[in-house]
């Protein structure tokens, strides 16, 4: 038998016991590990969250590689590659792969009669992948799109119709400045999205991969690049490895230079203030760690000194400090095992409670969300709950020490 676990069972079940403060001291311990932990479930929850969710629209609008003309990185002017068949399936053998998909860039300006808006349009083909889009979409509908031929449908941001008063089925022109030469097009509002990451609903709309073409005096083989997504973004920086050996520096049809790059290498900016977030986990975690253990320290000395006569009894029938400081820290573990229980139910159904009915509201101008996101991972939820444990069991063995202080002949005469 285990004696110091069955004698800190038989004090911690003990109801009976009328200490004024030792039991009030439990209750406080116990209610700062569960306060602690459910703020690092939820925190944690949070950032995975909102981290993932700030991804993955990065990734709806610019994919996770794009192919393109090395010369765009010279200047301004947008030069095309030759995306024909022969590309595509070159790029679709790539290791890790999963889709391919042509686009092109065009710029100009919305105007009704009453505003005007400077927009960037990106033509898109029958293989694009409109998941992201239909996600978002808040009104009118996602037409089918095409690479040789131009419905002038055109998908704009709410951003951009709240902006020119525009709703779905509304007809605009578009006017397109190129060496000099305007280009006048006259499109139909098909539908409205709305994502809230303001530097690309601000401007950027949709169409047909003809329409854009014809904009910038390209011909249907042509585009500005080619998105690909990858089987298992985990490993985007393997896949990207592939690209630079197999695609990059090689040419096209046409004789243009191929480079690639990664979401990350495009969008640098973004992901560059995703990864501060960590920082912020780390910083609220230590926090709540230390809160915990600072609770559990200052409520095993209480119990410690309002015990201090059974602590002598002990000693006194032979027990080694060993077995006494062993017998506490069991009784910390009860403790502290509580407290886990509670801060898992209210971390956990805090989270729950906001995938479901999402209770807790943001500004989306400067969030990019209008509702907290969270992501529950239970393995990482496990991993917390041990780790909280081991380090608050780890802080207690300094002050379990004080039993050797405590003497048998005196302490069975204390009061």
Not at 42 to 53: A, E, I, M, N, R
Not at 257 to 268: A, H
Not at 378 to 391: C, D, K, M, Q, W
Request: glycine residues 6%; hydrophobic residues 45%.
């Amino acid at each position: 038998m285990n004696l110091p676990l069955y004698i800190a069972k038989r004090i911690y079940s003990d109801q009976g016991d009328k200490r004024k403060v030792s039991r009030p001291a439990i209750r406080i311990a116990t209610i700062g590990v569960a306060i602690g932990l459910a703020v690092m479930i939820v925190t944690v929850s949070v950032v995975l969250g909102f981290k993932h969710t700030i991804r993955d629209k990065v990734v709806g609008f610019g994919s996770h590689i794009q192919v393109h003309n090395i010369l765009n990185y010279s200047g301004s002017t947008p030069h095309p590659i030759c995306a024909d068949d022969s590309l595509m399936k070159a790029i679709n053998r790539v290791p890790g792969v999963a889709h391919a998909e042509r686009f092109s860039m065009a710029q100009g300006i919305l105007k009704t009669d009453e505003d005007f808006l400077g927009i960037a349009i990106k033509g898109i083909a029958e293989e694009y992948d409109t998941t992201f889009l239909s996600k978002h979409l808040i009104a009118g509908s996602i037409s089918s799109f095409s690479a040789k031929t131009s419905k002038y449908n055109l998908l704009v941001s709410k951003m951009i119709a709240d902006k020119l008063k525009l709703k779905d089925g509304d007809k605009i022109y578009g006017y397109f400045i190129d060496n000099q030469d305007v280009r006048t097009r006259r499109f139909t509002i098909s539908g409205i999205y709305q994502t809230n990451m303001t530097r690309f609903d601000e401007t950027l709309c949709f169409t047909d991969l003809h329409t854009a073409n014809k904009l910038n005096g390209w011909t249907d083989k042509q585009a500005t690049g080619i998105e690909v997504i990858a089987k298992d973004f985990s490993r985007l920086n393997e896949t990207a490895d592939e690209f630079v050996t197999r695609i990059n520096r090689t040419g096209d049809e046409e004789g243009n230079s191929l480079t690639s790059e990664t979401i990350y290498e495009l969008y640098p900016q973004v992901f560059s203030w995703l990864e501060l977030l960590d920082i912020n986990v780390w910083i609220i975690l230590i926090l709540m760690v230390c809160v915990a253990g600072f609770t559990m320290i200052s409520g095993l000395l209480i119990i410690i000194l309002e015990r201090t006569q059974m602590i002598g009894i002990l000693k006194a029938l032979g027990a080694r400090n060993k077995a006494v400081r062993h017998t506490f820290l069991w009784f910390s573990v009860f403790i502290i095992g509580q407290g886990l229980l509670w801060g898992n139910i209210a971390g956990l159904g805090i989270v729950l409670l906001q995938q479901h009915t999402g209770f807790i509201t943001l500004d989306p101008q400067t969030y990019y969300v209008s509702e907290a996101p969270m992501e529950l991972n239970l393995p990482l939820v496990a991993l917390i709950n041990i780790a909280t444990l081991i380090i608050c069991i780890f802080v207690l063995i300094a002050p379990s020490y004080l039993i050797s202080h405590i003497h048998p002949a005196k302490s069975m005469r204390y009061e």
